[in-house]
């Protein structure tokens, strides 16, 4: 009974389990450099064949990882379409909105826009499952929402497909931001690794089916990649969905959803620096802005108040 998903045993207060603090740190520092490299990896790979080459290594490496370690890995019976519903936006739409925006603007503006999803998380978890809209979790979100647009406003004037490229990705976070909040509201009786295991399977059968329909004539070309790209589909498989994947479902998991997507919004900075270390951008004093709001609004989260109640470990 340990090993099973639980929803709502560490999932009080509005701070993080301090044994989630070391997990958040190192899915922040694997998500947020990944931009520039996505970026890179579509320069030379077929969009629809690099996410299911993620998808299947997530699903193989995880679901060997929980029989390896004696977990339940069968889906229990009638929880099918709540995980294939939540699968469908956490995985599905979400990654078929974010590979058609990536080409159209900026790294590091694209990480900004993918992190609105605490504003569309935080707001839902509030309507669907009636999460407390705290003093607390409030400002945080605003000081995140103001350093997103902070840097959202800087390059307004200079991106040539706004309307494209902007309401693609503002669509892959609020999908990403449902999923979140439908798997609190729909709990299944799972370890975080074998749920994470199927989640990647059920939503990248749409994307599975993509491949021979659209890239097959591409594959070919596929040994010639160059360092880079390999590298970055490669870091993909293995570094962001079977660690940083397994380590949001269960950050989910075990703290309230809003919580969870506060959390999160240090990524875009990461992705931001990622993204003038690796392709050569120059900050701008909005960039250093934001990283200031965004510090505040992890801290709103991260941080004890006092009254808090700091959850227990989680069990693994």
């Known amino acids: ?8 045993r560490h999932s ?43 998808f299947l290594t997530a699903f193989v490496a995880l679901g060997a990882v929980a029989r390896t370690r004696g977990q339940s890995f069968a889906l229990p019976r ?17 990654n078929v909105l974010l590979m058609l925006a990536i080409p159209t603007l900026p790294a ?53 497909h706004v309307s494209h490229g902007m309401l693609l990705m503002l669509g892959a976070a609020f999908s990403w931001g449902l999923g979140t909040v439908l798997q609190k509201r729909l ?18 059968i749409p994307i599975f089916l993509m491949v021979p329909a659209l890239e097959i004539d591409k594959l070919r070309a596929l040994h010639a990649l160059s360092f880079w790209p390999a590298f970055g589909v490669l870091y993909n498989m293995f570094a962001v969905f079977v660690f940083g994947w397994w380590s949001w479902i269960r950050l989910v998991e075990r703290a309230p959803a809003g919580v969870a997507a506060i959390s999160s919004l240090m990524v875009p900075v990461v ?46």
């Open 12 to 54: 009080s207060g509005d701070t993080l389990a301090p044994a989630l603090w070391l997990q958040l740190a190192g899915l922040t520092l694997v998500w947020g450099f990944n931009w520039p490299l996505m970026k890179v990896v579509l320069t030379e790979v077929p969009p629809w064949t690099f996410r299911s080459l993620c």
């Open 108 to 160: 590091g503006r694209t990480v900004i826009l993918y992190y609105t999803m605490p504003v569309w998380s935080v707001l839902l978890a509030a309507w669907f499952l009636g999460e407390r809209l705290s003093a607390r979790r409030l400002g945080g979100l605003a000081a995140g929402a103001a350093g997103v647009g902070l840097l959202v406003a800087r390059d307004l004037s200079r991106l040539d």
């Open 271 to 316: 992705g931001v620096f990622a993204g003038m270390l690796f392709l050569g951008e120059r900050p701008a004093w909005q960039d250093y802005a934001a990283l200031a709001l965004v510090s505040l609004a992890m801290a709103s989260v991260m941080l004890p108040g006092r009254g808090d109640r700091t959850p227990a470990p989680p069990v693994l």
């Open 78 to 94: 009638g929880t099918w379409p709540r995980v294939a519903l939540v699968a469908f936006f956490t995985i599905t739409l979400n």
């Open 1 to 8: 009974m340990n090993k099973q998903r639980s929803v709502s």
């Open 187 to 204: 709990p299944v009786a799972l370890p975080a690794t074998s749920y994470t295991a199927w989640l990647m399977l059920l939503g990248g």
